[in-house]
């Protein structure tokens, strides 16, 4: 599903049950383009009421999956002065209830607050390295939850 800021994809996620238990694909490589494939990922474990974010990559395009086991809402503001959709924002609750792939392009500004009850799980395939190969390059993020005057804010 194409959302309301160009480059940002909303892909709602399937899960596959049988006796065992479930099973979801969380990207193909064939739905995603080659531009956006991952060469790292992550887990990260966010507490309820918590946020992460706001922050913004220059190269990198992140492809975050929210899969429970609670909710997160999850916050977009186009940041790009080139692109069609400059100033659009969206808001979406995707987690335990609504399981979901988002890719986020550079210049797309994004955060999240775990607006559940419990514990969540956030994972996370980046198509950069954090901090480059060996971690030896500068980290591209700019932070903007440190900022009063950001116009990027996360409700509490």
Same mark, same amino acid.
């Given at each position: ?6 480059? +940002? ?94 890719? +986020? ?52």
């Amino acid at each position: 599903m194409k959302s309301e800021i160009e480059g +940002v994809i909303v892909r709602y996620l399937k899960q596959y049950n049988d006796d065992r238990g479930w099973l979801v694909e969380l990207f193909r490589q064939d739905e995603i383009g080659s531009g956006v494939c991952p060469v790292m990922s992550y887990v990260s474990l966010t507490r309820p009421g918590i946020v992460r974010g706001p922050h913004e990559h220059k190269d990198q395009t992140d492809l975050f999956c929210f899969i429970g086991p609670s909710t997160f809402r999850l916050y977009l503001w186009d940041n790009r002065k080139e692109s069609s959709t400059f100033g659009n924002s969206i808001k979406l609750d995707l987690g335990e209830d609504r399981w979901a792939a988002v890719i +986020v392009p550079p210049g797309v500004v994004h955060g999240y607050k775990n607006i559940g009850s419990r514990d969540g799980l956030v994972y996370n395939a980046a198509n950069r390295l954090y901090a480059g190969e060996g971690r030896n390059e500068p980290v591209d993020e700019i932070r903007h939850e440190d900022d009063t005057n950001s116009p990027f804010k996360i409700e509490n």
